[in-house]
């Protein structure tokens, strides 16, 4: 097995880029494993877990780019170089004299190139990322903190200087956000409208974003918090300066927020500072008890939130129920009785967290890698169902997030569609901006196999837009080609599952 590596110093390019490098890089035949990173001491102790010489990287460091590349042939090897570095380079090149410029390798040099810019995407590793998101609010921009280990302590130093200087600090780890029409990160093509959406989630955004756009409410803007906005530490900082700036925006009439459980104080301030615009709670898995402030709707999930909102919108009453019933006794009747245990295989940890609510009040505990509780973790006891948030470390260390390269959900879903006791398997699709260019061509094939074998039934919600450039429409109509269960939405398709493995097609149907 040939180990080669190749530097490429003082070549910073962000986490995003990184992760289309490695997908490029393990595309190739021939190739074992491979990764585009850059140096940092973490990733270069992944690498010697991989095999590779630490020695090779004597004198590299953060801003260095690392392509590493295991294969049985140099043919192979080559083939991937070419291939990583045509994905990383190739948009750096161009025919005006701006294109043909080396990218900028400070902020201030980025500013003078473009000195209309309002906004800063800071994507470097977690021990830097502070630092350059104070230079960013220094320069008078807004930040969007796609880098994820940062301490609470600078998240929260960020968040009140942020506050003191009228700006935002979307994150740590804020993969999505969409200002003023322009998608950032992880985000979906949706039309504009009057509806604003800000979120301690990532996917729990996109979700109720295309869900709105899809039932005819557009929206105004898409503002990331990051997850522990909402805690008791960061007690809501963000949240509340973007509720209360949205409330003032003369081009939005209504807030829907997303979270999973917050801390309650934290919530009632947050929900509080909305005022008199009407605003929606999703706050999936709250308590039922949850009390809040007069005016506000609080939900448990990302459907019901998206629903309560399009009523308020003036919108139609959406359907997301129409004809699922029939068709899940249909399928439950194919299924062999032993059959009976659900597994999820998320690539949207919001849609985990969510499928663990849904599938909790339906079927009792569910363990996941993401537990809801204490003693729901894994490994699960046999004959439990399960749900994994494939989006963790455990899963993306060395490896592109599932949402970018299929190849680690496709591995377990070859395993999970050959175990017997399985009913239903769960699998969310995420389309839009920075995810595969066509993840049903990699999913839908394997599905169609376990289908026609007759293994579990696989049921699929395709979160996205027919503007984004996947197409939804044409995502959803291979998945059903395949023989998949394609549902209206990530709640739907966990309450599918479980009518599935309870063989009670109502199920499906019940309010949320």
């Not at 990583?84 to 025919?95: I, P």
């Amino acid at each position: 097995m040939i180990h080669y590596l190749t530097v490429h110093p003082e070549t910073y390019v962000d986490s995003i880029m990184q992760l289309s490098g490695t997908r490029a890089l393990r595309a190739v035949e021939g190739v074992d494993w491979a990764s585009a990173a850059m140096a940092t001491p973490t990733n270069v102790a992944t690498l010697e877990e991989e095999g590779f010489d630490p020695g090779d990287l004597s004198g590299a460091g953060a801003n260095d780019l690392v392509l590493a590349v295991r294969a049985e042939v140099q043919d192979a090897v080559d083939a991937a170089l070419e291939a990583g570095e045509q994905a990383l380079f190739a948009a750096r090149g161009g025919g005006s004299a701006e294109a043909s410029l080396p990218p900028a390798t400070t902020l201030d040099e980025a500013l003078r190139r473009q000195p209309d810019s309002t906004v800063a995407v800071v994507s470097v590793p977690g021990d830097y990322a502070a630092l350059e998101a104070h230079k960013a609010l220094s320069a008078g921009l807004h930040v969007l903190l796609f880098s994820d280990n940062v301490p609470v302590e600078d998240e929260i130093a960020l968040k009140d200087r942020a506050v003191e200087l009228g700006l935002l600090v979307m994150g740590p780890g804020a993969g999505t956000a969409m200002l003023g029409g322009t998608c950032l990160g992880f985000a979906n093509v949706v039309a504009p409208g009057r509806v604003a959406v800000v979120a301690a989630a990532g996917t729990g955004a996109q979700e109720v974003a295309t869900l709105l756009d899809r039932w005819g409410v557009g929206i105004s803007q898409v503002v990331g918090l990051g997850g522990r906005d909402l805690g008791a530490r960061v007690a809501g900082r963000m949240a509340i300066a973007a509720v209360g700036g949205l409330a003032a925006d003369e081009g939005t009439d209504a807030i829907l927020l997303v979270s999973k459980p917050p801390d309650v104080d934290v919530a009632r301030e947050v929900l509080a500072a909305a005022g008199d615009t009407p605003l929606v709670a999703a706050l999936i898995g709250v308590p039922e008890d949850f009390e809040a402030p007069p005016g506000v709707t609080v939900t448990r999930t990302l459907e019901a939130g998206a629903v309560a909102m399009a009523r308020i919108a003036g919108a139609s009453e959406p359907d997301v129920t129409s004809g699922l019933v029939e068709e899940v006794r249909t399928t439950a009747a194919r299924l062999p009785e032993r059959r009976t245990l659900v597994r999820g295989l998320f690539s949207g940890g919001t849609l985990c967290y969510e499928s663990l609510v849904v599938l909790a009040d339906a079927l009792g505990d569910v363990h996941s890698n993401t537990p809801l509780r204490e003693g729901l973790g894994l490994p699960a006891p046999a004959g439990a169902h399960t749900c994994l948030d494939l989006g963790e470390e455990e899963f993306t260390k060395g490896r592109p997030h599932p949402m970018i390269d299929p190849q680690a959900r496709l591995e377990l879903l070859r395993a999970t569609g050959a175990d017997p006791d399985v009913a239903a398997i769960v699998l969310d699709v995420v389309l839009g901006y920075g995810a595969h260019d066509d993840p049903a061509a990699e999913l839908a094939p394997e599905c169609a196999r376990i289908v026609a074998d007759g293994g579990p039934a696989i049921v699929i919600h395709v979160l996205g837009t027919d503007q984004d450039p996947q197409n939804r429409e044409r995502q959803r109509a291979a998945f059903v080609d395949a023989g998949c269960l394609v549902t209206a939405t990530g709640a739907r398709a966990s309450l599918a599952a479980a009518a599935l493995a309870r063989r009670e097609p109502e199920i499906a149907a019940r309010a949320l």
